[in-house]
């Protein structure tokens, strides 16, 4: 009783190992062309807008599930459609300086992949 007790936890956790490597290697995978833009130096109330691309190097297609910009100033648009392993998909970043000086904002990306987020960052100086 007790060796096919024996034999059948370990044939469970057998399958659990396999089963979870499973899992972990169908994950989508972010392969940024770039994750940081620097805009240089930009005009006071003109927007600029940069194009983050990136390319689905998982075994799952890709969703981003949200994108969430680190102020009001900055607004992100996004692949909306799964994106297939292979395919490439885009986050865009828009800011709109209202005020003059250096500055740091992130986008944050929600998506399917192993880490669950990452952050897109935009930088520059605003100059009248």
């Not at 390319?55 to 994108?67: D, H, K, R, W």
């Not at 909306?80 to 986008?107: I, L, Q, R």
Request: proline share 3%; hydrophobic share 40%.
């Amino acid at each position: 009783m007790c060796a096919f007790v024996f034999t059948t936890h370990a044939q469970t956790l057998a399958s659990n190992t396999k089963n979870t490597s499973r899992l972990i290697a169908e994950f989508s995978l972010f392969n940024w062309s770039q994750t940081t833009h620097d805009f240089g130096k930009i005009k006071v109330n003109k927007p600029v807008t940069y194009e983050f691309s990136f390319i689905n190097a998982g075994e799952a297609p890709l969703v981003i599930t949200s994108v969430q910009a680190s102020c009001g100033c900055t607004v992100a648009k996004y692949t909306k459609d799964p994106v297939s392993p292979g395919s490439s998909g885009f986050v865009t970043a828009t800011y709109n300086a209202a005020k003059v000086g250096v500055f740091t904002k992130t986008v944050t990306v929600n998506a399917n992949t192993e880490a669950g987020s990452m952050q897109l960052t935009i930088k520059g100086e605003v100059v009248e």
